[in-house]
């Protein structure tokens, strides 16, 4: 029995910190909500680069704001859940560096457009951070897959004429 809690006061002790990665994680500008490029001009400023891409117009800001991870705070308490509360130390850390990280340095916000102006799909550069656990979306997972089928489907085309 003294065991079981000394066991339980040592996952309260490494918990301490509570969600307070979580809340770090989630706090700062939310990047949804804002469908045309008037409202990112407004929110960012001038964009870095505008590219045109099979007629899809992809637009780079580049921001030194906090950006909210929508999905922080879930992460954070299944992560301190699953683990007793033993990662919420190494989970704070993670979120504070990355935070320190990208407001000293900057970050590129990305917003891709379709050719009538609506707003498909944004994501945030995660690729700069020294340590990058960051996923890729599902809608950038399901568009490189389309395009490399598209590339193998041409490459086939060009080597097989009918």
Same mark, same amino acid.
């Given at each position: 029995?003294?065991? *079981? &809690?000394?066991?339980?006061?040592?996952?309260?002790?490494?918990?301490?910190?509570?969600?307070?990665?979580? *809340? *770090?994680?989630?706090?700062?500008?939310?990047?949804?909500?804002?469908?045309?490029?008037?409202?990112?001009?407004?929110?960012?400023?001038? $964009?870095?680069?505008?590219?045109?891409?099979?007629?899809?117009?992809?637009?780079?800001?580049?921001?030194?704001?906090?950006?909210?991870? $929508?999905?922080?705070?879930?992460?954070?308490?299944?992560?301190? @859940?699953?683990?007793?509360?033993? !990662?919420? $130390?190494?989970? &704070?850390?993670?979120?504070?560096? !990355?935070?320190?990280?990208?407001?000293?340095?900057?970050? =590129? @916000?990305?917003?891709?457009?379709?050719?009538?102006?609506?707003? *498909?799909?944004?994501?945030?550069?995660?690729?700069?951070? $020294?340590?990058?656990?960051?996923? =890729?979306?599902? &809608?950038?997972?399901?568009?490189?897959?389309?395009? =490399?089928?598209?590339?193998?489907?041409?490459?086939?085309?060009?080597?097989?004429?009918?």
């Amino acid at each position: 029995m003294k065991r *079981i &809690l000394s066991l339980l006061v040592a996952c309260v002790c490494f918990s301490s910190t509570g969600c307070l990665s979580g *809340i *770090i994680a989630e706090s700062g500008k939310h990047l949804s909500g804002r469908e045309t490029r008037e409202e990112l001009d407004a929110c960012f400023g001038e $964009p870095r680069k505008v590219e045109e891409i099979d007629g899809e117009v992809k637009v780079t800001y580049v921001t030194r704001k906090k950006i909210a991870d $929508p999905h922080g705070m879930t992460d954070a308490f299944l992560g301190a @859940v699953i683990t007793l509360g033993l !990662s919420e $130390p190494l989970n &704070l850390m993670f979120t504070s560096g !990355s935070f320190t990280f990208y407001t000293i340095t900057g970050r =590129e @916000v990305t917003y891709i457009f379709d050719k009538q102006g609506r707003l *498909i799909e944004y994501s945030p550069d995660h690729s700069r951070l $020294p340590f990058n656990f960051q996923r =890729e979306s599902y &809608l950038s997972a399901r568009r490189r897959e389309e395009r =490399e089928k598209q590339e193998r489907e041409e490459e086939l085309e060009s080597q097989f004429p009918y």
